[in-house]
């Protein structure tokens, strides 16, 4: 059983940055494709960034692109989401996903395997 455990989230004023991890455990992750979603109030999981666990492909929602950078630590089974000039409109839950497999979908479904969320607030 995969288990994923998120940790980083806080209030930032805009401008500010935060550094979201998510540790992996219960098997190796070759092979996995690893998301970033959010969920704001009263609206529907998004797709943030994805990594490949096996290369060094990433993926980004074109409203974080240049602001947010996906990383991965292999020693620690442990995946990073680098939040930089953040805005209001980021505020939200951030959940890490994982799934088998090397094609990285945006589809929150597909995901058997999510943490319990972070929240990330971010004031004007």
């Known amino acids: 059983q995969v288990q994923l455990v998120e940790s980083g989230g806080g209030l930032v004023q805009a401008g500010g940055s935060l550094r979201l991890s998510c540790a992996a455990f219960?098997?190796?992750?070759?092979?996995?494709?690893m998301v970033w979603f959010r969920q704001a109030p009263g609206k529907e999981r998004e797709f943030v960034a994805a990594i490949r666990w096996s290369g060094t492909s990433t993926y980004y929602a074109d409203c974080v692109k240049g602001r947010f950078t996906i990383s991965r630590a292999d020693a620690k089974n442990a995946v990073y989401l680098q939040m930089n000039s953040l805005k209001p409109e980021d505020t939200a839950v951030y959940y890490c996903a994982a799934r088998s497999g090397v094609v990285v979908t945006t589809t929150p479904s597909v995901y058997p395997s999510w943490g319990q969320g972070t929240q990330v607030a971010v004031s004007s």
């Open positions: 219960g098997r190796t992750f070759i092979n996995y494709a």
